[in-house]
């Protein structure tokens, strides 16, 4: 079972593109991270969401607690957007838990 | 500017041999993790810690062991490497409620 789902686990698109990764989790969380990992290279965290909504430059990502979903959303998408997009939450039973991952090809 | 620091970034090993892999933070973090990333697996946990000379077991403990004698450094230890283990490896910390995670470069560790 997976407590963290991703959808979908593979995206191509076409630069200026509007892309919506989305993650759905099962168990009680205190915060939800999107980490982008390019390829060969460590990961790195773009957003923490505990509720609603943040910004930054072209990405979004929203939160509804209620029902158990997130979304990431890139505007104006780029080559350079290129990478794996990981779901991860906080439980409160003290452990991160991962999705597997959206690999996301911005073709130019 | 915080940093997690893996000791090692790629690592060729001999089936048998006894393989440390060390990870530090400067963030006084009390969270602690070893991941390894496999594809189409994703990130599964080995074991965590949550303060100096405490561990726990994650998903996937059996063949490897840890260490935390000090806050900063945690450390993974493969007793007796299998080709099995040959993957990334990925260090992580955090503090007590998950609001941030930062993660080590990886080592890429071949077991021959």
């Known amino acids: 079972k997976n407590e963290v789902e991703q959808s979908p686990q593979n995206l191509t698109a076409q630069e200026g593109e509007f892309i919506t990764i989305n993650c759905s989790y099962s168990?009680?969380?205190?915060?939800l991270h999107w980490l982008q990992q390019h390829p060969g290279g460590g990961i790195v965290s773009l957003f923490m969401?505990?509720?609603g909504k943040k910004k930054h430059g072209r990405l979004i990502a929203t939160i509804n607690i209620q029902e158990k979903h997130s979304s990431l959303h890139i505007t104006a998408s780029h080559p350079r957007d290129s990478a794996v997009y990981i779901c991860?939450?906080?439980?409160?039973?003290?452990?991160?838990?991962f999705g597997t991952g959206t690999s996301l090809t911005v073709i130019p | 500017d915080v940093k997690v620091t893996q000791s090692s970034r790629y690592l060729v090993k001999r089936t048998g041999e006894k393989v440390f892999l060390e990870c530090v933070q400067d963030?006084?973090?009390?969270?602690m993790f070893w991941y390894r990333q496999d594809p189409g697996l994703g990130l599964r946990l080995i074991y965590f810690?949550?303060?100096?000379?405490?561990?726990e077991k994650g998903d996937i403990p059996e063949g490897y062991s840890v260490s935390r004698e000090k806050k900063e450094r945690f450390s993974l230890i493969l007793e007796s490497a299998s080709t099995n283990q040959t993957s990334m490896y990925l260090c992580?910390?955090?503090?007590?409620?998950?609001?941030?995670?930062?993660f080590g470069e990886g080592s890429w560790l071949t077991v021959v």
């Open positions: 969401l505990s509720s």
């Open positions: 991860a939450v906080w439980n409160t039973g003290n452990q991160f838990y």
């Open positions: 992580a910390s955090s503090p007590p409620k998950g609001y941030t995670i930062y």
């Open positions: 810690s949550y303060d100096v000379k405490m561990k």
């Open positions: 963030m006084d973090h009390e969270n």
């Open positions: 168990v009680g969380i205190s915060a």
